[in-house]
C-alpha cells in the first residue's frame, strides 16, 4: 500500500513538472541533432584477411633444424612449428615502427593533422606534429585490427573522415605488410644461405654436409616461394570498398538521440529534485 502512494506521489511530482521536463528533454535533442548535422562524418572500410599457411617445408626445417643443433640454430632454420606467422604479422601491423614508415612513405602529416597545414604556403601552423603523434592518432582513432576467435578470420578497419582515403589507406596497409614480411623473410633466408655456405666450407663430415645442403635447398625453396607471392603473410578475402557517402560509421545519429533522451530525462529529473527540495526548505 505504501509503495502504491509513493509511485502515486511521483506521478503527480512529473505531472506538476511535465513541461520542465519535457522542455529540457527538447532542447539536448535539438542539440544533438544539431550536432549530428554539423559533425563531419567519418567513414570506415573494413578489409577481411585469412593468415596465409605456413608450408611444409617449415615443419622440415624444424626436424633437420634439431638434427643440427647449433648451426641450424645459428643460422636461423630451425623451425618453430606454428602453422602460420598470423599472429607475427598482426604484430607488425600494428607496431609503431610499421606505422610510422606508412604515415612517412604517404606523406600523412599533412592529412591527418590538416588544421594544422596551411596548403597554400605549404608550412606547420605553429609546432608541426611528430611521426610519434600521428602514430599515436593512427593507433587510437583510425587503425584498428579484429580477430575472429572462431573463425580465425582478421578485419582490417579504417576510420577517416574522406571515404576515399579510408578504402585505400586500408588496402594499402595489407599490400605494404605483405611486401614487409616477404622482403624480411627473404633477406633472413639469405643471410642464412650465406651463413650455411660458411659453415659447409669448415666441415668434411659427409653426414653433416648432407645435413647443410638440404638446409639450404630449403632456403633457398622459401625465398622463391616468398618472392613469387604477393599475398605472403595475409590473403584479402574481401578488399576494402569505398563507402557510400550516406553510410558512415560516425556520427550515428540513433545512438547519439537515445543518449540525449537519457541525458535530458536525467538533467530534468535532477532539476526537479532540485526544485522540489528548495521548495521543502522554504
Given at each position: 500500500m505504501e509503495d502504491a502512494v509513493n509511485l502515486r506521489e511521483l506521478v503527480l511530482l512529473?505531472?506538476?513538472?511535465?513541461?520542465?521536463?519535457?522542455?529540457?528533454?527538447?532542447?539536448?535533442?535539438?542539440?544533438?541533432?544539431?550536432?549530428?548535422?554539423?559533425?563531419?562524418?567519418?567513414?570506415?572500410?573494413?578489409v577481411v584477411l585469412a593468415a596465409v599457411p605456413q608450408d611444409d617445408a617449415g615443419a622440415g626445417m624444424g626436424a633437420l633444424g634439431g638434427q643440427l643443433g647449433g648451426i641450424a640454430a645459428l643460422a636461423n632454420v630451425s623451425g618453430t612449428g606454428t602453422p602460420s606467422k598470423k599472429?607475427?604479422?598482426?604484430?607488425?601491423?600494428?607496431?609503431?615502427?610499421?606505422?610510422?614508415?606508412?604515415?612517412?612513405?604517404?606523406?600523412?602529416l599533412p592529412v591527418l593533422f590538416a588544421?594544422?597545414?596551411?596548403?597554400?604556403?605549404?608550412?606547420?601552423?605553429?609546432?608541426p606534429p611528430s611521426i610519434s603523434d600521428a602514430v599515436d592518432l593512427f593507433a587510437e582513432e583510425i587503425r584498428s585490427v579484429q580477430q575472429d576467435s572462431k573463425t580465425?578470420?582478421?578485419?582490417?578497419?579504417?576510420?577517416?573522415?574522406?571515404?576515399?582515403?579510408a578504402a585505400a589507406w586500408a588496402n594499402l596497409l595489407i599490400e605494404r605488410l605483405n611486401e614487409y614480411m616477404r622482403g624480411r623473410d627473404i633477406a633472413e633466408s639469405k643471410r642464412s644461405i650465406e651463413y650455411l655456405n660458411a659453415e659447409l666450407a669448415r666441415t668434411n663430415v659427409i653426414e653433416l654436409?648432407?645435413?647443410?645442403?638440404?638446409?639450404?635447398e630449403q632456403q633457398i625453396e622459401v625465398a622463391m616461394l616468398a618472392s613469387v607471392r604477393t599475398e605472403y603473410a595475409f590473403r584479402i578475402l574481401d578488399p576494402a570498398s569505398v563507402p557510400d557517402e550516406d553510410k558512415f560509421a560516425w556520427p550515428n545519429s540513433?545512438?547519439?538521440?537515445?543518449?540525449?533522451?537519457?541525458?535530458?530525462?536525467?538533467?530534468?529529473?535532477?532539476?526537479v529534485t532540485i526544485r522540489e527540495y528548495w521548495s521543502d526548505q522554504s
Open positions: 512529473l505531472g506538476r513538472h511535465k513541461l520542465l521536463i519535457a522542455a529540457t528533454i527538447a532542447v539536448c535533442m535539438i542539440l544533438a541533432i544539431i550536432y549530428v548535422a554539423l559533425a563531419r562524418p567519418v567513414y570506415r572500410a573494413e599472429d607475427e604479422a598482426v604484430a607488425v601491423l600494428k607496431s609503431r615502427q610499421f606505422t610510422g614508415a606508412f604515415i612517412t612513405e604517404q606523406d600523412l588544421g594544422k597545414w596551411d596548403e597554400q604556403s605549404a608550412t606547420w601552423l605553429g609546432d580465425e578470420l582478421i578485419t582490417l578497419r579504417v576510420d577517416w573522415t574522406d571515404r576515399e582515403l654436409r648432407q645435413g647443410i645442403f638440404s638446409l639450404i540513433k545512438i547519439i538521440v537515445a543518449v540525449a533522451f537519457a541525458l535530458g530525462l536525467l538533467i530534468a529529473l535532477l532539476i
